[in-house]
């Protein structure tokens, strides 16, 4: 049974995922490379829902509860007596590898080892940690506490137990869990971003200007954002890592990032992370 969460990473995935568990009564653990990084995301945690507090959306209560349920650390060691680990660190595959080797020495025998990524491999992360069975992909969409879908991500390795505890895990978080086997994109990513890169391409091409891009889609299909918007909100670079794996998978050429997106990412101009994007958020 799960009762225990440790979630690496000090990113909005990170702090999300742990604002979701603690939420829905887990003890979490929060690991980051520095003990700052990690304080600084327990901080945004106490930001968050003092904002939820001021909106009346949870009582003074609820809110020292759910701060009384995490701990941040900078030592992964920390971990070890978690029943759940997910890391939410950078989308680089020999970085989660590695990752994934170094916490299977650590954590409890039996504990599972998931991965929040996106769209890389995670059968990959799986044969390097001597517990196959009992690693898996666990998705969570941003910004985590906001968005109701969790991809459960099934390698070929994992057992049923794994998956129907993730599954219950992701359901007590209040999500509506779905399962997909461990294919590139899995299933939002392999169908999104087709389409996110397509809209960088009509840009590029001159058929219509940004605003116009993504006023068409929110009015004519009643998306709530437009697609450069939302390229902008994910980050054009995670976005750039994303079309690439699932070009390397599939060799589509609808996966091939159009070059003004490369171009953009060359420039640092990345999205709202950055202050500058497809639009400008600097002010």
């Not at 399962?179 to 392999?190: K, L, M, S, T």
Request: hydrophobic letters at 45%.
């Amino acid at each position: 049974m799960i009762s225990r969460v440790g979630i690496v990473g000090s990113g909005i995935m990170g702090s999300g995922i742990a604002e979701v568990a603690a939420k829905a009564g887990y003890e979490v653990v929060l690991r980051s490379r520095k003990q700052e990084t990690a304080d600084a995301m327990v901080a945004s945690l106490e930001k968050s829902l003092g904002k939820q507090l001021e909106r009346g959306k949870i009582d003074e209560e609820t809110r020292a509860a759910v701060l009384g349920r995490v701990s941040a650390t900078e030592k992964l060691s920390a971990l070890a007596d978690c029943d759940l680990v997910i890391e939410s660190v950078v989308e680089d595959l020999d970085v989660k590898k590695s990752l994934f080797a170094e916490l299977d020495g650590i954590v409890k025998p039996g504990a599972i080892l998931a991965t929040n990524t996106s769209t890389l491999p995670v059968i990959e992360m799986a044969v390097v940690t001597g517990r196959r069975e009992r690693v898996c992909g666990v998705h969570f969409f941003n910004p985590a506490p906001a968005m109701s879908l969790v991809e459960i991500v099934r390698p070929l390795t994992a057992s049923d137990e794994t998956i129907a505890e993730v599954t219950g895990f992701a359901e007590k978080c209040g999500k509506g869990p779905v399962e997909v086997q461990d294919r590139a994109g899995f299933i939002v990513n392999a169908l999104l971003f087709p389409y996110l890169n397509n809209a960088v391409r009509m840009l590029e091409n001159g058929t219509a200007d940004r605003e116009g891009i993504d006023a068409a889609m929110k009015g004519g299909c009643g998306f709530p954002m437009g697609p450069l918007a939302l390229l902008d909100l994910v980050g054009l670079d995670t976005s750039v890592a994303i079309l690439d794996a699932l070009y390397e998978e599939f060799r589509d050429p609808n996966y091939a990032a159009v070059p003004l997106l490369r171009r953009m990412v060359s420039a640092g101009t990345i999205g709202r992370k950055s202050g500058q994007g497809f639009y400008d958020y600097s002010r």
